[in-house]
């Protein structure tokens, strides 16, 4: 009888080690979660909302007037001493609504800008002194050791009751080259001004749009 009651007593002892020989092949519990914090962690991208914004651009600055070629770079041009000219059909006069110079990188500028939608026709070219005003034939002192004339046609400076259209413009705008303006001709459709320049250089003439514009250029 003793022998039945050994091998009840070591049956568990069996069992337990049949138990235990498959358990000791796996791994440890904490070496099999060790590896999950590998996924877990990896660094996830940031949310589209958290993005910095691109900046904005600022609005921009509104237009001061129509510009004109020179303005916001230096140009060069070979110009003419030469006269220049162009006629065009007497249909209506212009009226010049103002004059304004100013210095550009390379050249002087003289802009006379006229009302409505044409320009009239013009002759440029240098002169010889003595420069007289048109009607009295009285002299006009002019700076400088050239002369440069613009005479515009059929143009004017005044409406139709005889008051000036053009307000006063500086006639001595102290600039490299262009030393002096002055207005000699205003009558019966023939507008005239005289660039005082330190020398007769060459010069160019551009015709411009919107509003019309009669541009000349003096090189440096």
Known sequence: MR????????SPMLFACRDAAPDATKPPAEATTATAPSVAQAPAPPPAETAAPAPTPPPAAPTQGAKEPGETAPEVFEGTAAATEKKIAEVHTVELRSVRSARHAGFDRVVFEFSGHALPGYRIEYID???RRCGTGDVVEMAGQGWLKVRMTPARAHDEAGRPTVGSSPERPKLPVLLELSPTCDFE?????????????????????????????VRH
């Open 3 to 10: 022998t039945p009651l050994l091998l009840l007593l070591a």
């Open 129 to 131: 002194k003595p420069v």
């Open 189 to 217: 459709g023939e507008l005239s001004f005289v660039l005082g320049v330190a020398k007769p250089n060459r010069y160019r003439v551009l015709e411009l749009r919107e509003p019309p514009r009669l541009v000349v250029d």
